[in-house]
Structures are given as structure tokens and as C-alpha cells.
């Protein structure tokens, strides 16, 4: 499709911004929506005030939540547009609107009491209502009626991309890998945002397609470089391609971006997995402040003073590993293998895992 034929295309990236003018102007100049809702929003309306609410309406709505301070102005913008003269569509709209307050308010049960009797009254022909509808679902953890709304949304508005990939994320959410994938490339190719192809990497990691998950990550990085999930990402396929230095450096930019004590950890075992020791341990040093709270620094540091053949050094690390992990869940695996080095019998209930470093799995 190309993008002169789908203006959902741009509508991500203006709702992102913000951009309520560039949308209306979109709009306004008559670029047209997919069937079966119609052609331009407020088509046939003169009014230039009516169609500037419409435009910013429908910025507001591509967006998952709606910040609590523009509640005032919304509920305005919907009480305009009941009271001026773009029926079923304006109706549509400003119920949309009403219901995102009522979530915006923490008030989910009554965001979907009142989605569910506007629905009823519109003869279930009101896509906008039944997209909010389907995001407060959604947001509360209602995924398979989520996904029922949102399958819905889609058959209305089948060249809204927004709608697929919120529907590709709730099928992955509901346990269905297969249909999330397909929704999930569709939205990303017909322009539905870094969203979109966040969603897409990480369903693809689920489904352990680890190469195939690097290009919609490389594209997130190209509009935004310093996006940390997606650094983190990248960096944790790139390790387990055999790369270790170039996914120290893409963890050590993840950390820079959103400073995360396991992303700091996670550099370290890259480097030494580059064969960078001193580095390792310089990394692992800063991160004394929290060994208490995740004792695998110590067990990391451990190995990494065994390459640098401090031997006496690596013993003391392993004893300060234990005396923090015994008993602890998630390290089983590694407190038998710290036990194994000091001499000492492991545990009867060691049970399979990790045997030594590495960073955390391509999640």
C-alpha cells in the first residue's frame, strides 16, 4: 500500500508529537480515511472549529492513555462535538473521548460499563468507542475480551495500522504467537510506529527467531538511538550470535540511556566473554552499591579474577556469593556451581540450570 492511499500511515508519529495542528491539516485538506467509516472526518461539515476538535480527537485517541490534566479539555471537546452537526460520527468520537477520562480517572470498570451501553445504543457501529473500549480492556488485563473488541476494531478500520499492532500485542498476550507475528509485521509495514516494531522484536525473541528480531530493533535505533529496551535487546541477540564486544558496547549504551544495574551486569559478561577482563571488573566494581541486592556480581566477579589468575581474590568473591544466594530463588543454579569450585558437595536440589556467566535471556 502505498503511502498517498493509507494517511493512518502518518497519524503515529503525529499522535506521538502531539501534533494536533499537523493532524488537522491532514484532515482538513481531505485526505481520505479507510472504509467502512467514511472519507475525510467531518466530511461535508463547514465548520473549521468542528473539524479542528475532530483532528485533535483523533491525535488523543491513537494514544494508549490520556495524562489526567487534559481530562477538562477532552470532556469540553466532546460536549462540542455532541452539540454541533457531524452526527453518528461526532457521537462516535465524543464517546471515545468520555470513555478515555473514565480510565485516565482509574476508573476502568466504569470505562467499560459505559463503553459497553454506548456500543449498545449505536447499534455497534461506533469504531472509535469500541478502539478505547478495546485499549481499556486491554490496560486492565482483560486480554481475551480485549482481543474480541479489538478483532472487531480491525474488520471496521482495516487500514488503521494502530489497530493491528494493538491487536498483534494482545494476541501475544493471550498465548497465540502466530497470529501476533502477522499482525504485528502488517502494522510495522503499513507505518504503525517504534511501537509497533518494538512489539514485533519482541515477539519474534518469544519464538526464539533471535536474527530475525534484529532489523525492527535497527529500526527503532535509527529514530531513536538512544531507546534503552531496544539497545538492550539488540545487545542480547548480538551476544548470542557470537558477539560479545559489539553487545558490550550496545549494553554499555543501554545503560547510559536508562542506568539499570543488570544492564551494567550484563556489559560485564559481555567483556569478559570478548576476552576484555580488567574491563569486566572495572564495570562490576561500580556495582558494589547493589551487590547485596543481586549477589550474582560477586559470583560474575568471581570468574572474572580466576582469568585474571587471582585465585585467592576469585575464592573470597565465591564465599561472599554464598553467604547472599543460599536459599534464594533464581540462584540454585549458580550457588551449586560456586559450590563446586570452592570443593564443597552441591546441593541435593541443585537441579538443572546455568553452569556458568552469561547474560540474561533475549526476552
Known sequence: ?????????????????????????????????????????????????????????????????????????????????????????????????????????????????????????????????????????LGDGRTQEAVTELERVVDSLPGYPMARHRLGAAYALAGRPGEALEALQWAVREGAGLGAALDLARALLAAERHADAAPPLEAVLRQRPTHAEALRLLAAIRFHAAKPAEAAELYERSWRASPDPRTRLSAAIAWRKAGQAPRSLTLLGQLDGVAS???????????????????????????????????????????????????????????????GPGPRKVR
Not at 469540553?76 to 485516565?104: K, M, P
Not at 581474590?313 to 549458580?334: F, Q, W
Open 293 to 355: 541486592s543481586m549477589p550474582e556480581i560477586h559470583f560474575e566477579r568471581a570468574g572474572v579474577l580466576l582469568d585474571l589468575d587471582r585465585g585467592a581474590e576469585s575464592t573470597a568473591e565465591l564465599r561472599r556469593y554464598l553467604a547472599l544466594a543460599v536459599g534464594r530463588k533464581g540462584e540454585v543454579a549458580r550457588v551449586a556451581e560456586a559450590r563446586r569450585r570452592l570443593g564443597a558437595q552441591p546441593a541435593q536440589n541443585a537441579g538443572p540450570g546455568l553452569t
Open 1 to 137: 500500500m502505498e503511502e498517498r492511499r493509507s494517511p493512518w500511515r502518518r497519524l503515529p508519529a503525529a499522535a506521538a508529537a502531539g501534533g494536533a495542528v499537523l493532524l488537522g491539516i491532514l484532515l482538513f485538506w481531505g485526505v481520505r480515511a479507510p472504509d467502512p467509516i467514511g472519507a475525510v472526518p467531518g466530511d461535508g461539515v463547514a465548520d473549521p472549529a468542528y473539524r479542528g476538535d475532530l483532528a485533535a480527537a483523533y491525535v488523543m485517541l491513537a494514544r494508549d492513555r490520556v495524562a489526567p490534566g487534559a481530562i477538562p479539555a477532552l470532556r469540553a471537546t466532546a460536549g462540542r462535538l455532541r452539540a454541533g452537526s457531524g452526527g453518528a460520527e461526532a457521537s462516535d468520537v465524543a464517546d471515545a473521548l468520555e470513555l478515555a477520562c473514565l480510565q485516565a480517572e482509574g476508573k476502568p470498570d466504569d470505562a467499560v460499563a459505559y463503553g459497553r451501553v454506548r456500543l449498545a445504543a449505536s447499534g455497534g457501529e461506533a469504531p472509535w468507542l469500541r478502539w478505547r473500549l478495546a485499549l481499556t480492556l
